[in-house]
């Protein structure tokens, strides 16, 4: 059994963050000791490593709660977490075509930039003319 601390460096994960994923419901309240304090298991600590996991690939809470309740139902049809990867897959999609954009958008002004005094410089000429900045719907937001 460990403590919160111990299940917290053994996971890469601040006490903090453990603490709220039991307020929200996505880790189950811990056993305690007779003087209340927390112990983890196994169970717990496969239970955050994949919260951990889906938090890196950019899953929503409200995604991985779905996830773990599918995980907690092997019975249930696996097309249920393809739907929710391939949702995360679309947003991610989306990023890096913002990120992208961003990208040539900053290429494009370091490109014309002449490198002469700060009166004539492209780079912050493109950014006081706010006629030029892109929108949401031109792949880039604020």
């Known amino acids: 059994m460990l403590t919160i601390g111990a299940l917290g460096r053994k996971t890469g994960t601040k006490v903090q963050t453990i603490r709220y994923y039991e307020q929200i419901g ?17 169970r717990e600590q496969d239970r955050l490593a ?3 996991h889906a938090r890196q690939l950019g899953f929503s809470l409200e995604a991985i709660r779905e996830l ?28 890096i075509a913002r990120l992208e954009a ?6 494009r002004m370091v490109q014309e930039c002449g490198g002469g005094s700060t009166a004539g410089c492209r780079v912050l000429e493109v950014l006081r003319d706010h006629s030029e900045c892109l929108t949401d719907h031109e792949g880039i937001g604020a």
């Open 26 to 42: 996505l880790m189950p309240e811990p056993d305690r000791t007779e003087g209340g304090q927390r112990r983890y298991g196994d």
């Open 50 to 52: 994949f919260i951990r």
């Open 68 to 95: 773990l309740d599918l995980s907690d139902q092997p019975s249930r049809p696996c097309a249920e977490a393809d739907i929710i990867a391939r949702r995360q897959l679309r947003q991610v999609e989306k990023r």
């Open 102 to 107: 961003l990208r040539t958008e900053l290429a």
